[in-house]
Nanobody, 120 residues
Framework: QVHLVESGGELVQAGGSLRLSCAAS????????MGWFRQAPGKEREFVAS????????NYADSVQDRFTISRDGAKDTVYLQMNSLKPEDTAVYYC?????????????WGQGTQVTVSS
């Protein structure tokens, strides 16, 4: 089992930047891919970005391409989401999750997430 803890969310003005962190612990060898997702009030949870746990392959939602960067620090077993040029529509609870090796989907269980609020 893998345990994930998100942090770094806060209130920021439009145009500002934030870096979210997702610290992983447990059976890390079972992870194939890590992803960030977000859920705004009244909306469905949506994919934001992903990164292969071993390697550097990344993927981004069109809405954050060229503004957000996902990265991984292997020494700290932590995945980051650098968010630049933030917009009010980026306001949401941000969650990290993982896709186990051999699985098609991310886990159905979600943590508490971290709140990002972008003021206009």
């Amino acid at each position: 089992q893998v345990h994930l803890v998100e942090s770094g969310g806060e209130l920021v003005q439009a145009g500002g930047s934030l870096r979210l962190s997702c610290a992983a612990s447990g059976r890390l060898g079972t992870i194939y891919e890590m992803g960030w997702f977000r859920q705004a009030p009244g909306k469905e949870r949506e994919f934001v970005a992903s990164i292969r746990w071993a390697g550097t392959g990344t993927n981004y939602a069109d809405s954050v391409q060229d503004r957000f960067t996902i990265s991984r620090d292997g020494a700290k077993d932590t995945v980051y989401l650098q968010m630049n040029s933030l917009k009010p529509e980026d306001t949401a609870v941000y969650y990290c999750n993982y896709k186990p090796r051999g699985e098609i989907n991310y886990l159905s269980a979600w943590g508490q997430g971290t709140q990002v609020t972008v003021s206009s």
